[in-house]
């Protein structure tokens, strides 16, 4: 069943990839350590540093050398081997000091580091990780909150192209949870401004002006927020958990996003995503139900 989009790239977008363009060339970090040695050294939990740079790329594809680096790496951290490993999805990304993988409100270095989302699946396609890459492989950041490296119950997530993003209706808009596939008469648009205002916009046969639902108190407002940024909504940046079984079964699809930061799911079997994934998912409904009463 093919999912059809109604909305363009976020205009934001440009000028957010301008801006990491001007920022990494005024900031640079010399990651090249003078080492003999030959294998990667872990610097901490989900970071890798790679001393023995050799690869190359034209920053569109992923070099076969950065993938064995992963593969690599996935051997080290699980025991699996590389020969029954597969790239699943890549796309090329620009990565900030923290490799796109920050911790809650954690600070990171204004770098503007070229590289790529990559995930990766096993042959049984019931485990797969996600990682973050320079180009050429010397840095690798283990994207643990966004992966399933054991009995993984869904496939592995796709990555969403940026002209699939459905952009907010303004700049005030901090969260938006917007309907995507599902049996239904028309698709709405939730959106929560950042002093609280909750709003239903229609987004796809008839497309419309926002409509108030109603006005979050600060401690509400502050509670959903917390939750988001406690479970690391911006590490499931372009990932698409959707499941294409149940949608051709008419289910209900979403796409997230906060402060532009992008996720899909499908409202199926919620347990059977990441965690923090399914608190966020958890926390948004309550909201929802609660704004319906």
């Not at 909305?7 to 957010?16: D, R, V």
């Not at 108190?217 to 911006?234: A, G, H, P």
Request: proline fraction near 4%; charged fraction near 20%; charge should be positive.
């Amino acid at each position: 069943m093919e999912i059809k989009y109604i909305m363009l790239l976020p205009k934001s977008a440009l000028f957010a990839t301008l801006l990491t363009a001007i920022i990494g060339s005024q900031i640079f970090m010399n990651t090249s350590a003078k080492s003999q040695a030959s294998e990667a050294s872990i610097t901490n939990e989900n970071f890798v540093i790679n001393t023995n740079k050799s690869n190359k790329s034209n920053g569109q594809k992923l070099p076969q050398s950065t993938f064995r680096l992963i593969q690599n790496d996935i051997q080290k951290r699980f025991g699996v081997s590389p020969n029954t490993l597969k790239l699943h999805a890549s796309t090329s990304e620009t990565w900030d000091g923290c490799m796109g993988i920050p911790k809650p409100n954690g600070p990171c270095t204004a770098i503007a580091i070229s590289g790529f989302r990559v995930v990766v699946s096993n042959q049984a396609q019931n485990r797969f990780w996600v990682y973050h890459t320079s180009n050429d492989g010397e840095r690798l950041a283990y994207n643990s909150t966004a992966s399933l490296p054991r009995n993984a119950k869904i496939s592995a997530p796709k990555i969403i192209n940026r002209n699939k993003i459905i952009p907010t209706s303004g700049d005030s808009v901090i969260f938006q949870a917007a309907q995507t596939t599902g049996f239904s008469s028309e698709y709405y648009a939730w959106e929560l401004t950042r002093d609280g205002l909750l709003t239903r916009r229609a987004i796809a046969r008839k497309p419309g002006k926002p409509e108030t639902i109603r006005q979050l108190s600060k401690q509400e407002l502050d509670k959903f927020t917390d939750v988001l940024t406690k479970n690391s909504f911006n590490h499931f940046h372009r990932l698409s958990y959707l499941n294409m079984s149940a949608i051709a079964a008419d289910a209900g699809s979403y796409q997230f996003n906060y402060y532009g930061a992008v996720v899909e799911y499908t409202q199926d079997d919620l347990q059977k995503y990441p965690a923090n994934l399914r608190r966020i998912i958890s926390e948004w409904e309550k909201l929802r139900v609660a704004s319906n009463k």
